[in-house]
């Protein structure tokens, strides 16, 4: 049957109406929302990571705040701790709710320095509904489909967590934890000192005992060789004569994976630190608080100080 051209023309007015249609439910049906309480008592927290600095959270004051994401299939719970007396001090995102050593050191972090820290979390595991928490940051399609670890883009998800710095002028800072060595060197780990690449690259730091170690490392993370940012490049070496180990990635647009440190360098939010430590390393990840936070000019709060941006009320 033979159409009439008016049947053809009025295929064509009405394809970029039905492909907008198409595109508002895909956007319905990741759209996100979020909700955030007032401090409320840390024993009520659903979380063994609080129940295990319980004494120590209720002793400091800390105000304990639970957020909630909702964003396509996930509904995401973070755990919020903050320094009710100096809440713009220093705030650590910890993305694995497997790494309690991180999470520990975390705590006296906000304690000793200020500021708050985010939980996410996984119900104990690494992973939570197959993503990886710390695979999760996107804003586009485009964007999201560029990373192996993430089938959907992320934009409420990323907006909730870096909104926790909206306000601050300080870095945005992340703790992890990782398994002795890699696979490279007879390890179980994929962090590592020793584990160098086109976009990977290592510096020792002048550290003696577990600070050498090579899961023991401050990540850092950039757009442009380290040789054109003399910014990043000093502070790297201000870490490494602190006696810290560094590692500098150099992302593009091949090697980005939805990484926090990558999405931040990626759309240009800040600096960005992470300091990794083998599980269970306790005393050298908090070493390695304290020397990077004295490097960055973040005394403790009970120091004798000079004013400090992050500091102030």
Request: aromatic share 6%; glycine share 8%.
């Amino acid at each position: 049957m033979r159409r009439h051209p008016c049947d053809r023309w009025l295929l064509v007015l009405l394809m970029p109406l039905v492909t907008l249609l198409i595109s508002c439910a895909a956007d319905h049906r990741e759209r996100s929302s979020m909700t955030l309480s007032q401090c409320i008592e840390p024993a009520h927290a659903k979380s063994p990571d609080i129940r295990r600095n319980l004494s120590d959270i209720e002793r400091a004051g800390l105000c304990y705040r639970h957020q909630q994401v909702r964003e396509g299939r996930f509904t995401w719970s973070f755990h919020i701790l903050e320094h009710r007396q100096h809440p713009q001090g220093p705030f650590w995102i910890l993305p694995h709710d497997n790494e309690n050593t991180a999470f520990d050191v975390g705590v006296q972090a906000v304690i000793d320095y200020g500021g708050g820290l985010l939980a996410v979390d996984s119900g104990g595991q690494r992973h939570f509904l197959g993503q990886d928490p710390n695979r999760n940051f996107s804003r586009t399609n485009a964007e999201a489909k560029r990373c192996p670890g993430q089938r959907h883009p992320a934009p409420g998800y990323s907006q909730a967590v870096l909104d926790h710095y909206r306000s601050r002028r300080g870095p945005i800072l992340a703790l992890h934890n990782n398994l002795n060595g890699w696979t490279g060197n007879g390890g179980a780990g994929s962090i590592s000192l020793e584990r160098e690449s086109p976009s990977l690259r290592a510096y020792p730091g002048q550290g003696s005992g577990r600070l050498r170690d090579e899961d023991n490392l401050v990540f850092v993370a950039g757009t442009r060789p380290l040789q054109s940012d003399p910014a990043l490049k000093h502070r790297i070496k201000a870490l490494n004569e602190a006696g810290l180990n560094v590692m500098h990635k150099q992302v593009s647009q091949a090697n980005f994976d939805c990484s926090l440190s990558d999405y931040v360098s990626q759309h240009r939010l800040g600096e960005y630190y992470n300091i990794e430590a083998e599980h269970g390393d306790r005393h050298s990840q908090q070493q390695m608080v304290e020397r990077l936070l004295a490097v960055l000019g973040i005394p403790r709060l009970s120091a004798e100080r000079p004013s400090s941006p992050f500091l102030q009320p």
